[in-house]
């Protein structure tokens, strides 16, 4: 076996996780490879510090409850993204009906202008007697 293969096998000989074949070649490499032998020290002193720091680490009790309160604030911008949404619907409701009733103003006052002689028939449809009109007060008062 070479020295590549047993360097990345290393993390695996450690834990065991090898077929027995493949563990007794490694052991065997290992005793014959100065090299290898020191990179299985070095790792397994890493390995250890890490299960010492692993250990003397103590879990607080009330950490995932720090957690949740924390994270607890994030649902609160939901409600305003919903209230920005009615405002915007709101505002292209208001604006539709803006453009829809200035087109059916146009539509009017153009169907509306009318000569003189409509607005006469106007009047008299709404005041039927001469001695009633309108335009008579006006014209008499001048």
Request: aromatic residues 8%; proline residues 5%; negative net charge.
């Amino acid at each position: 076996m070479n020295c590549r293969t047993v360097n990345t096998n290393l993390s695996s000989f450690i834990d065991g996780n090898l077929p027995f074949e493949a563990q007794q070649e490694i052991a065997i490499h290992l005793n014959s490879c100065s090299q290898c032998k020191y990179k299985l020290l070095d790792l397994k002193r890493v390995l250890e510090e890490v299960e010492i720091e692993k250990n003397e680490l103590n879990a607080n009790p009330f950490l995932a409850q720090k957690i949740w309160s924390m994270a607890e604030p994030m649902v609160a911008p939901i409600i305003p993204l919903r209230a920005k949404t009615i405002v915007t619907i709101a505002a292209a409701g208001l604006a539709i009906g803006l453009i829809i009733g200035s087109l059916t103003n146009n539509f009017n006052s153009n169907s509306i202008q009318g000569s003189d002689q409509t607005w006469e028939q106007l009047a008299e449809d709404y005041f039927p007697s001469e001695n009633l009109s309108p335009y008579d007060n006006i014209s008499n008062n001048q």
